[in-house]
């Protein structure tokens, strides 16, 4: 297959009458799916939208989102997700950056920003949460017949990097990324048609927007829901027989508070993949006792190179700190500043190559030149290959596998020290209690940066610092012990679901 359109009009073929996504009280097969996007195609067609043209899509999580993202594709057009969390500025950063041409989304979310579209004289298209309004039993579409023209090789859609430290900057996506993203992945979570899958991140993250190409790709069915309580999420893992489920780390202090279990062993949930951040031993082997009938699998990836490895569940208790070997297709490299290998236990930055790297960032050359290198893999006179740099600083053990130590640009220097943020929380982590520890730097006169550690607790509310201090002594020199402790009830997100820094930074600072 040659692009995601076409990956869903073969799967309507095949299975065109199974349930292949579920939202609210709303579902539709395989071959509903496809006539929808269809439709609006034609629709987007009628606005003059074609190839390469850019399309944003401004809609809650929602079978209205995975309607607008294939009807893009039909047009052989680039979407990219708007997200809806983010504030006017950001949004209008979004639609300069990406110099769209037409934005799909739901009317409260575009009636606010009207004057703006209709001053870059863009073309809006207002679609339902449902998808519902597209609905027409006139309307015919032949799957027989592939209408699109894309190749692997042309670009499917930008995906904008959540912004906490800054603008957001928009990374370039080929459909190649997300098909290979799909066989992939599907391949070594053995995801089937038999499955059913839960979808709670959105999908303007790369980790999200996997797990809806996967669906596509298998033929298993996809269930959205926008994550808000955990109690929600733990009746639909139950009534809806879920068997995988996707995670980032700041869901774990919401789903482990005490009680919330209660009588459920989630008999049908096969696995949970979590991502996007720092997975403390403690808190591995808290989610192995949530789920004990379920693999929990740890995976590493890069928004630029989409997945890089992951930890299979046989190891996830054994190898504490490891974020597993490289996926299929992929290799991972642990380089040193000078650009050769590291020996086993020799801290470098770690730096994919192979399969799902994207094109780079979108009007940013200087990015592009440190974040994406030249690699010669074989003799000098050939052309070379494009890898991606991490930024994380990793090191490898003798049998391969791969430890994580935090972010190269987030190490915290003070008085004198460099200190990996991650290892400090690590061993914060090791106080009972504690669900969740974020450790930052701020700056100060005497000691450079001070250390600030902003924490959640499992039971909502807070502890003797003390009783902090003290574990964290056992684990720690004395010069990476925390200066500021900070406790929230919840610790503040980007709209992906990451921790937002900048917050706590302004918050510690008192800014």
């Not at 700190?321 to 996926?327: P, T």
């Not at 009783?467 to 925390?482: M, N, Q």
Request: aromatic content about 8%; glycine content about 8%.
């Amino acid at each position: 297959m040659n692009n995601i359109a076409e990956m869903l009009r073969l799967r309507a073929l095949e299975t065109p009458d199974k349930i292949g996504v579920s939202y609210l009280e709303h579902d539709l097969s395989w071959k509903a799916l496809y006539r929808h996007a269809y439709y609006l195609s034609q629709k987007l067609h009628d606005a003059h939208i074609g190839k390469g043209d850019v399309v944003g899509i401004y809609i809650p999580h929602s079978l209205g989102q995975i309607i607008s993202i294939f009807a893009v594709a039909l047009r052989d057009a680039v979407f990219t997700i708007i997200n809806p969390q983010l504030a006017p500025d950001q949004v209008k950063h979004q639609v300069q950056d990406a110099s769209m041409k037409a934005v799909v989304g739901s009317h409260d979310l575009l009636s606010p920003m009207a004057d703006f579209f209709a001053n870059r004289q863009m073309h809006v298209e207002t679609i339902e949460a449902s998808g519902q309004s597209l609905s027409d039993s006139h309307f015919h579409c032949d799957l027989s017949v592939s209408t699109t023209t894309n190749i692997p090789a042309d670009v499917s859609n930008y995906i904008y990097t959540s912004g906490s430290t800054g603008l957001a900057k928009g990374v370039v996506v080929p459909h190649r990324t997300l098909l290979d993203g799909a066989r992939i992945v599907s391949n070594y979570l053995r995801i089937t048609q038999n499955d059913s899958i839960l979808s709670i991140l959105p999908f303007s993250f790369d980790y999200g927007l996997n797990q809806l190409m996967s669906c596509v790709y298998t033929g298993a069915k996809i269930t959205l829901h926008q994550f808000i309580f955990a109690r929600d999420l733990i009746d639909i893992l139950a009534r809806e027989a879920i068997t995988g489920l996707a995670v980032v780390p700041s869901v774990w202090p919401k789903l482990l508070k005490p009680g919330l279990k209660k009588d459920n062993d989630f008999d049908h949930l096969r696995y949970v993949t979590t991502a996007g951040g720092f997975h403390p031993p403690e808190l591995l082997k808290n989610v192995t006792q949530f789920f004990p009938r379920t693999e929990i699998i740890v995976m590493y990836g890069l928004t630029e190179s989409f997945r890089s490895t992951y930890l299979p569940f046989s190891e996830i208790l054994n190898r504490p700190g490891s974020i597993g070997k490289a996926v299929p297709e992929v290799e991972i490299l642990v380089l040193n500043k000078n650009g050769a290998r590291c020996k086993p236990g020799e801290k470098g930055e770690l730096v994919h190559r192979g399969a799902f790297i994207t094109y780079g960032y979108l009007n940013n050359q200087e990015l592009n030149a440190k974040k994406f290198i030249r690699l010669h893999m074989g003799d000098s006179s050939c052309l070379p290959e494009v890898a991606v740099r991490s930024g994380d600083q990793v090191s490898v053990d003798e049998e391969g596998y791969i430890y994580f130590h935090g972010r190269m640009d987030m190490q915290i220097k003070s008085n004198g020290y460099r200190i990996s943020p991650d290892e400090v929380a690590q061993a914060i982590l090791s106080t009972p209690g504690l669900a969740q520890a974020v450790v930052f730097g701020v700056p100060d006169e005497t000691m450079g940066e001070a250390i600030h550690v902003a924490y959640e607790t499992y039971s909502g509310e807070n502890i003797d610092v003390m009783e902090i201090k003290r574990h964290t002594k056992s684990a720690l020199a004395s010069y990476a012990i925390p200066h500021h402790h900070h406790f929230y009830e919840k610790i503040p997100l980007t709209p992906n679901g990451k921790i937002d820094f900048t917050s706590l930074k302004r918050n510690a600072a008192g800014k």
